[in-house]
Each structure stands twice: as C-alpha cells, then as structure tokens.
C-alpha cells in the first residue's frame, strides 16, 4: 500500500509511520511522499533523514480548492492509495476528500466527538475532564469528523498542564495510528484477495 503522508509541523506521527513501515510493523507498505504546506515544518527534515521524498506546497494567496489540486495532483502522480493527516492543520476541500474515498485519515488528540478543532487540551484541562485520549478516523469534509478507527482513553492527572497532558497522548498516539494504518493495509489485502475467496 502507498503511502502519502501530510504534516504542518513537529511530524512526530509522521516519524512513527515512516519508522512502523520501515521495520515491517506496518507490512507490505511503502511512504511515497511527505507533503508539507509549510516550508519551515520541522517534519521535512526528520522524513529526509529517513530517505523519504517531501514536498513543500504552500497555499499562499490561492483558493483551498486551488491548494488542494496541487496535493491531489502529487499523491495521484505517486499513485497514493492511503493519505495520513499528521498534524496537518487545514480542512481538507470537498474535492480532496472525493479524490480519495475512504482513504484519508487523520489523528486527533482527543476522544472525538469530544474536543474537535484546535487548543484540545486546554479545553480539556479548562473544563476538569478526568480523561482524554487520542482518535484516528477516516476523514469527511467536516472538521476531526468521519467514522472513528481506534480511540485511545488517557487519564488527566492532578497538577497537569498542556505540556504534560499533550506529551502524555502524544505517546499513545504513535502507537494508536501505527495499529491504525496496520488495520487498514490488511483490510486493503483481504480486499485484494476477496476475488479469489469469492470464486
Ligand atoms: C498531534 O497531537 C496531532 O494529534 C494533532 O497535532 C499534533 C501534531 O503533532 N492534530 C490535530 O490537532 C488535528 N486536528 P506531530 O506533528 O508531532 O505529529
């Protein structure tokens, strides 16, 4: 399975994927290209360190329909068959998720439907949830929404602040979009293989 992978910055999922198919964790895959929209995301150069292409394309004065047809044109050209949102922090356009049906998703650091959009964990932390956790689910055109893959509960501790929350779920998340995208390539094996069971 193809790999496409979008970040805006630090691309510490980004490294997990990359490193997960590397050592086989992720089986019979391959990271084709990392995209960033940012040129300064710090995940560009972690994922050249690991031998993967990347790619900068900016938004700059463009419509996000415009944006998005560049991304769209590049994965297309790679022959992408699964796109990973890795702290990409844009809202994907209609056309892009229509591009890839059923083959976008995205990690979220909460336990959506709880918590969408930005500043989770000072929400979290500000309403005295007792748990969060992370989420990775298929993408729609609504925002952290579209069917959930796998949820991960994380406790909130006392004395907690975003950097000890965040860093706390941040952990479980490698590991939850790691199990994630090994549930979908196998998936995309028994669906390759359905004929031949079918017969
Ligand atoms: C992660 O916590 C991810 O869940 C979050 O951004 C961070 C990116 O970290 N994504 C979202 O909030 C998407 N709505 P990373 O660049 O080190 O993977």
């Known amino acids: 399975m193809k790999i496409g992978i979008l970040i805006s910055g630090r691309g510490s999922n980004m490294v997990a994927l990359v490193d997960a198919v590397k050592s086989g964790e992720i089986p019979d895959s391959e990271v084709a290209v990392v995209i960033s ?27 996000r329909e415009e944006h998005d047809a560049d991304i769209v044109a590049e994965l297309k050209e790679r022959n992408v068959e699964l796109v990973c949102l890795a702290g990409y922090m844009r809202l994907l356009s209609p056309s892009f998720v229509r591009a890839f049906p059923d083959r976008i998703i995205n990690i979220h650091p909460s336990l959506l439907p709880a918590y969408p959009g930005l500043d989770v964990h000072e929400r979290v932390l500000a309403a005295g949830e007792k748990v969060s956790g992370c989420t990775v689910h298929f993408v729609n055109e609504d925002l952290d929404d579209g069917p959930i893959i796998l949820q991960k509960e994380v406790p909130v501790q006392d004395g907690d602040t975003v950097e000890t929350l965040s860093g706390r779920i941040l952990e479980q998340e490698h590991n939850l979009y790691v199990e994630a995208v090994r549930l979908v390539s196998q998936l995309e094996s028994f669906r390759l293989r359905q004929p031949d069971l079918l017969q």
Do not use: H, Q, S
């Open 37 to 63: 929209d940012k040129p300064n995301a710090a995940g560009l150069e972690k994922a050249k360190a690991r031998g993967v292409e990347t790619i900068v394309i900016e938004r700059n004065k463009r419509t």
